[in-house]
């Protein structure tokens, strides 16, 4: 599992690096494998990170809807159909895709749970300090 999450940590780094720094990134000596590569706009320079866990029992179908943060997923186990826009394809364990924040759909169409992990990125928000009360 970790060894999935890690592989899932260096996709987003790669998605804001030359690739001269992701190969930098790897250990000496050990295989890489690009999984996906999409280029993003970034509107801030700081960003808040989030990698979530998403678990679709089997049979389990969404509504047609828009997810706000778009980035990499990426299926641990299961097997799911993503449709966005005109376009629609099925994803087994290891399966990497990015959601683009159009319109969607996602189903899992095999006989287990279906398990994701989802990287989102977001520009972090500046939380403003109380004021501190005078004595």
């Known amino acids: 599992m970790i060894d999935k999450i890690a592989k899932l940590i260096i996709v987003s ?16 000596g050990a295989p890489t494998q690009n999984l996906l590569e999409h280029e993003l706009e970034l509107h801030s320079n700081k960003l808040k990170t989030r990698v979530v866990r998403i678990n679709l029992p089997p049979g389990f179908n969404s509504p047609l809807y828009i ?32 959601e683009s924040g159009r319109w969607m759909r996602i189903e899992n169409v095999g006989s ?8 989102e990125l977001t520009p972090a928000v500046a939380v403003e300090a109380a004021p501190v009360q005078q004595k």
């Open 13 to 28: 780094f790669a998605l804001f690096r030359h690739a001269a720094f992701a190969a930098e990134f790897s250990p000496p």
């Open 67 to 98: 997810h706000e943060v778009p980035g990499p997923r990426y299926v641990v186990k299961g097997q799911v159909k993503i449709e966005e826009g005109a376009e629609a394809h099925v994803y087994g364990p290891t399966g990497v895709f990015w």
């Open 112 to 119: 287990e749970e279906a398990e994701l992990l989802a990287v």
